[in-house]
DNA sequence: TTGAAAGCGTTACCAC
DNA sequence: GTGGTAACGCTTTCAA
């Protein structure tokens, strides 16, 4: 019934149709007070009836800005990455703001080119756990701002969304020891992650306060394959407790233990890192240091929307990871024992 | 050393800088031929001297076209919608498009305006799994085109790259069956959920073509906690076989079969559906039936982009999951133990 | 081959 | 309060 154009309506058809200026139409559509009511009427009546929505690219040219952020994340099957992604998304969401993803695929060559093109597209960025250096990251920033950084330390002049690793792996190595173990191995998340680094700090620092406990430091990585595939040096370590440098790693190596017939915790305790949802639904589930990467996302969504804002962001947040602990970890066996 | 422009070098200040006019600036940026070799030498090195590069915005406007194309999914926490969000973006950006994301949070209500308003920003628009009824997808369909469509059958008009969850789930229950199997549950995912209603047909199917075979229905739901809470309906069905509506499900699941004392598969079978990477990883690993979502995200790319350069698009795939055996499946417990 | 100028669809400044 | 109109930064006819 309604007569319909196939191209989409623009403010000219809807001013012409209201009897109005484009200028005044616009004033409508944002809301701008000061506009006599039954003129308000008229275009918001010939805007429905046009079915009329402004171009979001026209306002984005004229406006300079395009209510789109841009999150960059090493790898989109990572479930850290998801979380913190998706706290991110709804958060900016809330606040009208839409996201780009950009996956850099754990390639860091890629990564300084991948992250200017996308903020070329958006208003801001987000760099989630970045793997390119430091001097690296300091060069680039500037012409990235507004920028905001997740899964990494202090940046000069980046407000930072982070967890503190150093913390949590303390704080595991402390659940560990009061349960009697001494003997520990770590394996490893590749050299090139900041937040592997923290923790191989946090380690350390702990072992030089506690004599009589050692930890070994296992090359291993990010994945269940690589955890697995550690199974076999874990055994051999002599040690009684493994903390995983994540959650997937320690499924991988749960899985490795259980086929080796090595009982968890009984004989070996084991550790992961994040607290992912899975963690919770591993058998024996896992004993892990919760990162709540999803209020990371919100957070890192909080400081950009500030910076947008051209307010000061709120200081940098380091969320203390806590330990939850569950029954993948238990007392140490007797020494000797194997 | 070098001047330094606190704005964007423009393409007005590439052509004052390399003498020549905006025009020609543009033909050279864009690789159009005819344009002298010193002039195209003239405007590279000013380009590159001013750091000059297009404005995304500015192109988008006048060209109509964004380079963009949103993703809407129902949940970004659910590992299957990552899969294919990672698989479209891989295969989006290897073509020079980038992806936005709209998460729906299962909100059924929103997807039809999330839809509109993320299709506008964008070129083309992927809905997965959209958990709307078919009236009212058909309905949206022709204001979101160029648009297709994932985990979901046959739409008029909308290219599609689905997998077959009605033989996913024969294929399933011919395992079972195979292994003695004959009194099951199913636990159902939501009734919003087209692909669960397709497992549903696979189900009455398989059940009218063998006598002697059951499947209880069990309402359930998409996630842990839903299979969790399903364990003691599964102990007092009395089945020896219980196929879980998707691998979260099946994991909570076993996780309460294991903390009842259940042995699986050797008191019940359990199997999922999907075979997300966590699949392996399980206690006992879990049989599933596999769902290559990366590949059905891809997929999905190919024919948007085909829409998208006006071409014909591929025909609807429709992948046959297969059934990956694993531990979590056995032979039946004789009839009558319990 | 090159340049001038007309858009692309808005918003906002400046008059009236 | 309302309406011209000049941007926003680029691409692409149309002439030369």
Not at 56 to 69: D, E, K, N, W
Request: hydrophobic share 45%; net charge negative.
């Amino acid at each position: 019934m309604r007569s319909r154009t196939s191209a989409r309506a623009q403010i000219t058809d809807v001013a012409a149709r209201a009897r109005v200026s484009p200028a005044t139409v616009s004033r409508v559509m944002n809301g701008h007070a000061s506009v006599a009511a039954d003129l308000v009427e008229r275009v918001l009546s010939a805007a429905d009836e046009l079915g009329y929505r402004a171009s979001p690219v026209a306002r984005s040219l004229v406006l300079g800005r395009t209510q789109t952020i841009a999150v960059m994340v090493p790898d989109m099957a990572n479930p850290s990455f998801q979380e913190v992604l998706r706290g991110i998304t709804r958060a900016a969401a809330a606040d009208g703001y839409r996201v780009l993803v950009a996956d850099s695929q754990e390639d860091v060559t890629q990564e300084p080119g991948l992250a200017r093109e996308a903020r070329r597209h958006c208003d801001a960025l987000v760099l989630c756990a970045p793997r390119m250096s430091d001097a690296e990251l300091a060069a680039l920033v500037p012409a990235l701002a507004p920028v905001v950084l997740t899964h990494r330390g202090p940046t000069p002049g980046v407000p930072t969304s982070s967890a503190d690793y150093r913390g949590g792996i303390a704080a595991l190595l402390d659940h560990l020891a009061g349960l009697g173990h001494r003997r520990l191995v770590y394996l490893a998340g590749p050299p090139s992650s900041a937040s592997h680094r923290r923790r191989l700090e946090g380690i350390a620092a702990h072992v030089a306060d506690h004599p009589g406990l050692s930890v070994d430091v296992l090359p291993c990585g990010v994945g269940f394959e690589e955890g697995y595939a550690a199974g076999e040096a874990v055994r051999r370590s002599g040690a009684t407790a493994a903390l995983a440098f994540n959650d997937l790693v320690a499924m991988g190596l749960l899985s490795a233990l259980h086929e080796a017939g090595v009982a968890v915790p009984e004989e070996v305790s084991v550790t992961g890192f994040d607290d992912i949802p899975f963690a919770r639904w591993t058998t024996p589930p896992l004993t892990t240091a919760a990162v709540p990467h999803g209020d990371l996302g919100q957070e890192a969504w909080r400081r950009l929307r500030a910076l947008l804002d051209g307010e000061e962001p709120p200081p940098d947040v380091l969320v203390h990871p806590e330990v939850q602990v569950r029954a993948s970890t238990g007392p140490a066996r007797a020494e000797g024992a194997a």
